[in-house]
C-alpha cells in the first residue's frame, strides 16, 4: 500500500523535470543487492502510476504506450524505493524483481555484454 498520498504524488511529479519529449529515465536497481537491473522511460503519468500503484510502469518509447512491467511476462517490479535526482532529471527505482528483469530472459539487461573499459589512475 501506498505511503503518498495524491497531492504529495503530485507535488513529486511537478518537481520531476521530464525531456522534450515528456520522458524521465529510470534507473532500475535491485533492492536489497543494489544490482543494476535495467533503464526504463517514463511520462508523468507513468511516474504518478508507479507512485501510487507500488508495481512499475514505464512508457514504451516504441510502441508509444504504457507497459506495466510483468503484465505480459510475470515477471513483475514492486516498488520498495524511490527517489529522483538532485537535478530531477533521473529516477532511481530500488524494486523486489520477480523473475528476470530483462525482456530477453536474462537477469538484468547489463549483464549480457560487460565492456572492458580503460581504468581511472588514482593519481
Known amino acids: 500500500m501506498s505511503t503518498l ?7 513529486v511529479v ?8 515528456g520522458l524521465l529515465p529510470a534507473v532500475v536497481q535491485q533492492h536489497d543487492t543494489r544490482e543494476v537491473l535495467m533503464l526504463g522511460y517514463m511520462n508523468a503519468e507513468a511516474l504518478r ?11 514504451s518509447r516504441s510502441r508509444q504506450e504504457y507497459w506495466r ?3 505480459t511476462s510475470g515477471h ?20 523486489e524483481q520477480i ?15 560487460p565492456l572492458e573499459p580503460v581504468l581511472g589512475e588514482t593519481e
Open 5 to 11: 498520498d495524491a497531492s504529495t504524488v503530485g507535488e
Open 99 to 113: 523473475g528476470p528483469a530483462c525482456h530477453t530472459g536474462e537477469h538484468a539487461c547489463f549483464d549480457v555484454d
Open 76 to 95: 513483475i517490479q514492486l516498488v520498495r524505493g524511490a527517489a529522483l535526482d538532485c537535478d530531477g532529471d533521473t529516477l532511481l527505482l530500488q524494486v
Open 49 to 59: 502510476r508507479t507512485l501510487i500503484e507500488g508495481r512499475v510502469t514505464y512508457w
Open 69 to 71: 512491467k510483468g503484465d
Open 14 to 21: 511537478a518537481r520531476a523535470r521530464f525531456d522534450a519529449q
